[in-house]
């Protein structure tokens, strides 16, 4: 079992580039979600979706684009980036729950430059 | 949506007992208390999770008053590989799950 795998581990770029971070679940979870950590800052949430064909904006969207079309996948759009975006992103993921709180469960993390 | 409070870091030694604690005023009635541990360059990973009053695993104790506006999460006899970023979280499945800035624990042999 893979559990969360995010692709590239590691990216650099220069303003204004786009791309886009990978993250793919093989649990069949229905919520996923895009965190992303800075120094001092803790986790801040990007986007996240309670299954295919919705997502909703967390505390700090702009600049980020999401789109669910499968349970497995999730990928983060970067349309225009800049220096400010350099951090460290994560993906999470967990069943949904109408009794519970379902623990998340993370991937390793892409590290993100923006020169 | 919950907003919670922990001290910024703690120090402890190896083999005594650490108790973090997060306050949370404003939990609504359905809302969970999980807490998370992170070691550095990985991603955080699920240590506990109550509702009310005590729970406990292999790894930790989390102790929930009745009120339900604080919680404490109890690392018994901690080891040098303790020494990470503990974060608590409040809601429900499929919030808008935030967390804070966490604690920063040291453990020194």
């Known amino acids: 079992n893979a559990g969360v795998t995010q692709t590239p581990k590691f990216q650099v770029l220069k303003t204004g580039q786009s791309m886009t971070l990978q993250c793919a679940q093989d649990?069949?979870?229905?919520?996923m979600s895009w965190y992303r950590q800075d120094p001092g800052m803790g986790l801040r949430l990007i986007h996240y979706?309670?299954?295919?064909?919705?997502?909703d904006q967390g505390e700090v969207p702009n600049g980020y684009n999401v789109s669910r079309s499968t349970t497995e996948d999730f990928p983060l759009r970067l349309l225009s980036a800049a220096p400010s975006q350099t951090s460290v992103y994560f993906c999470?993921?967990?069943?949904?729950?109408?009794?519970?709180?379902?623990?998340?469960?993370f991937g390793s993390g892409t590290q993100l430059s923006v020169l | 949506l919950a907003k919670t409070t922990q001290p910024i870091s703690m120090d402890s030694y190896e083999g005594q007992e650490v108790n973090i604690t997060c306050s949370h005023n404003?939990?609504?009635?359905?809302?969970?208390i999980t807490w998370y541990q992170q070691f550095p360059s990985q991603g955080p990973r699920f240590i506990i999770q109550?509702?009310?009053t005590k729970v406990t695993n292999e790894v930790a104790s989390l102790f929930i008053p009745a009120d339900r506006k604080s919680s404490t999460l109890s690392l018994p006899r901690v080891s040098l590989s303790d020494t990470a970023v503990y974060y608590c979280?409040?809601?429900?499945?499929?919030?808008?799950?935030?967390f804070g800035t966490g604690t920063r624990l040291a453990v020194r042999p």
């Open positions: 979280l409040v809601g429900v499945s499929g919030d808008k799950l935030t």
């Open positions: 999470a993921s967990s069943y949904l729950s109408a009794a519970t709180n379902e623990k998340l469960f």
């Open positions: 109550g509702y009310k």
């Open positions: 649990m069949n979870h229905e919520y």
């Open positions: 404003n939990i609504a009635t359905n809302d969970y």
């Open positions: 979706s309670v299954g295919a064909g919705i997502t």
